[in-house]
Nanobody, 128 residues
Framework: QWPLLESGGGLVQPGGSLKLSCTAS????????IGWFRQAPGKERKGVSC????????EYSDSVKGRFTISRDNAKNTVYLQMNSLIPDDTGVYYC?????????????????????WGQGTQVTVSS
């Protein structure tokens, strides 16, 4: 089931938008809370947003609140991250992974350990 497959990244100008997708090549995401995590060049991987298994619980980091929207379509086995009003600080490799426990601010602060959870990620570059 792990790692998951991320897509949708690219190069965008400040103020632009991108929509990332996260899916599983096998198995189902339906029963897991899923998080999006970002790793900027030379920095640690940090949680951006997460969503509970049914979509009822959602968390955002302060840096993206009001600009990013997470959603999921369990019928399509996919979790999305709509990113609007992008700024250069949003640049990095974006990964999706199951959260440690329920979706929560704590889960965003503590990405799962273990290389098995982390795929290739998708590069997002915000630059003029």
């Amino acid at each position: 089931q792990w790692p998951l497959l991320e897509s949708g990244g690219g190069l965008v100008q400040p103020g632009g938008s991108l929509k990332l997708s996260c899916t599983a090549s096998k198995g189902t995401l339906e029963d897991r809370a899923i998080g999006w995590f970002r790793q900027a060049p030379g920095k640690e991987r940090k949680g951006v947003s997460c969503i509970g298994s049914s979509g009822g619980m959602i968390e955002y980091s302060d840096s993206v609140k009001g600009r990013f929207t997470i959603s999921r379509d369990n019928a399509k086995n996919t979790v999305y991250l709509q990113m609007n009003s992008l700024i250069p600080d949003d640049t990095g490799v974006y990964y999706c992974a199951p959260t440690v426990g329920f979706c929560s601010a704590y889960a965003l602060a503590k990405p799962p350990t273990g290389n098995d959870y982390w795929g290739q990620g998708t590069q997002v570059t915000v630059s003029s």
